[in-house]
């Protein structure tokens, strides 16, 4: 596995690669990878031949007051964990220098995905998506993948993403990756490691209340409101838990929807802070239609 540190070694490799007719896939992260990232690479391996793992934590998507200094920055034990894992070829870890030459503030362009970043995180973390889909685009644009592969886990990220491959007509493919969780249902994420061990043990009540909404949307539950109180209700029995959002939206649009459309694909999603911890999760689902 070669480590990749300026754009011009990166698209030497592409280059290199789609002219011997294999196939490249790009597994966007911020490092500090865990289980969840691994199954990213994993299905980036069953996807095509060159897999290049971008490990940079990108400034311009982190709000003023967020943890964009203390974020984990663990490349060397990444690489470690990827080539143990053996399907990333390549990692592609540039500076901050090499993405924004002028420095981020002065970067002029921005890429925007609008409506969708409205709701659920993008209505509580302002600019976080065009950091995110301004900088997917740059890396996009770098490696020139076949495919890039996202994690569920950020659903509306995948939402926002696939919109703005689509309405930019990106010659990419978007493939998702369900949710890798701890055995009591956690979701994996690099922030779960500044939970104290307390608010680690209340963590699961996310899940809890996602699957208790789910299930109740699977008996037949149609109407919002009682699947939001009983979401609401669960995590208050977790008194560390500080609730941020509790939502039910339209899968596609990430719009609240007030009553479920039999056949309809929703997305149940949470986001809720430990102390500064700030976690989400979410479920995907489709409302059943009555036989
Ligand atoms: O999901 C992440 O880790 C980041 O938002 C991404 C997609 C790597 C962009 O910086």
């Known amino acids: ?32 990878l865990h289980e969840g990232h691994l199954a990213l690479v994993e299905q980036a391996g069953d996807e095509g031949d060159v897999v290049v793992v971008s490990i940079f934590v990108n400034p311009t998507q982190f709000g003023p007051d967020e943890d964009y200094e203390a974020y984990p920055r663990t490349l060397e034990t990444d690489e470690e964990t990827l080539r143990r894992q053996g399907r990333a ?27 969708l970043t409205d709701t659920l995180c993008g209505a509580v973390r302002p600019g976080h998506f065009d950091g995110v889909t301004t ?15 996202f994690g569920q886990k950020d659903a509306q990220q995948l939402a926002v993403i696939r919109r703005m491959v689509r309405d930019l007509h990106l010659p990419v493919d978007i493939v998702a990756v369900p949710t890798v969780r701890e055995s009591d249902g956690l979701a994996r994420s690099s922030r779960n490691a500044y939970l104290t061990p307390e608010e680690r043990a209340q963590a699961p009540a996310l899940y809890e209340a996602l699957s208790a909404a789910a299930t109740a949307v699977q008996q037949g539950e149609l109407q919002v409101g009682p699947l939001v109180r009983r979401m609401q209700a669960i995590l208050a029995d977790a008194p560390l838990v500080h609730p941020q959002y509790i939502e039910v939206v339209d899968a596609r649009e990430l719009s609240p929807v007030e009553r479920l459309q039999p056949g309809q694909r929703i997305l ?24």
Not at 92 to 114: C, H, I, K, L, W
């Open 1 to 32: 596995m070669e480590r990749l540190t300026t754009i011009a070694e990166a698209r030497a490799v592409s280059r290199a690669a789609r002219a011997a007719d294999r196939r490249v896939v790009l597994v966007p992260t911020m490092g500090a």
């Open 89 to 115: 070829t390549h990692v592609f870890a540039p500076t901050v220098q090499e993405m924004y030459p002028d420095g981020p503030a002065a970067q002029r362009t921005t890429v925007s995905v609008n409506q």
């Open 135 to 149: 900088v997917v685009s740059m890396l996009l644009h770098i490696v020139q993948p076949h495919v890039a592969v």
């Open 268 to 291: 149940l999603a949470v986001a809720v802070y430990f102390g500064d911890t700030r976690l989400i999760d979410n479920i995907p689902l489709t409302v059943p239609t009555r036989t």
